[in-house]
């Protein structure tokens, strides 16, 4: 099955730096999705990008299909972009689509 | 409208203990899903549905029951709680192919087995 690497795995950065987050996955993927989970565990949708560039904020992701590879750029961060960032490729198997996670990136700012 | 809501919150179980996790979305998804988070890994799909009377089996079915009579309702069945089984468990839902398939997760349930 595909396999979905996140790195790096863990991030220390002071509040207002910058940072880019990637996630490298084997296989052909038609849909991409970035997640913040927050210290109480709580997932949140950040972006949904299967190819292409969006910004929202501060957070804008990157997905290159073709070279399969999609990064996540945190600018000025904030303590409250603690957390972990999971990406999630959508594969077609056994007749349907599934997201497979990757192990994620721990992210810790500080003040 | 509330989103995907699960229930309980916190369950502690014994060995060889059954228990059924609720999860309940308002949104009309078709697709629903359950996912069991490890410590330090990510998500891993145990048991999915495309629409009411339809499931099947994601990466770690083995010990988890399912079924969907509702497009609203996937609860998720332990018939026979093991150590394995501690975690913490996410529901999610979304749109299926043809529109922008935002997943939307539950809060999530935090289960101990003993």
């Known amino acids: 099955g595909i396999q979905v690497e996140q790195s790096p795995p863990d991030l220390i950065l002071q509040e207002g730096a910058n940072s880019t987050l990637r996630c490298n996955f084997s296989d052909s993927v038609n849909n991409l999705q970035w997640f913040h989970q927050n210290p109480w565990g709580q997932l949140i949708n950040l972006f949904y990008i299967p190819s292409g560039t969006k910004q929202n904020g501060r957070l804008s992701a990157t997905t290159v299909a073709t070279e399969r590879y999609s990064l996540l750029y945190i600018s000025s961060s904030q303590t409250t972009d603690s957390g972990v960032y999971f990406c999630?490729?959508?594969?077609?198997?056994?007749?349907?689509?599934?997201?497979?996670f990757g192990t994620g990136t721990r992210l810790k700012v500080l003040a | 409208n509330a989103g995907v809501t699960q229930t309980p919150k916190f369950q502690v179980l014994k060995t060889g203990q059954s228990m059924t996790l609720q999860c309940a979305q308002d949104?009309?998804?078709?697709?629903m899903s359950w996912y069991r988070q490890d410590p330090g890994m990510g998500l891993r799909l145990i048991h999915y549905s495309v629409g009411a009377g339809i499931t099947d089996q994601g990466e770690v079915p083995n010990g988890y029951n399912v079924s969907r009579s509702t497009t609203e309702d996937f609860p998720l069945r332990l018939l026979s709680a093991a150590p394995s089984q501690t975690s913490v468990y996410f529901c999610?839902?979304?749109?299926?192919?043809?529109?922008?398939?935002?997943?939307?997760f539950g809060p999530g349930t935090r289960l101990l087995v003993l």
């Open positions: 999610a839902s979304s749109w299926t192919s043809g529109r922008a398939e935002t997943q939307y």
């Open positions: 949104m009309n998804h078709e697709y």
């Open positions: 999630a490729p959508r594969v077609f198997t056994s007749g349907t689509y599934k997201y497979i």
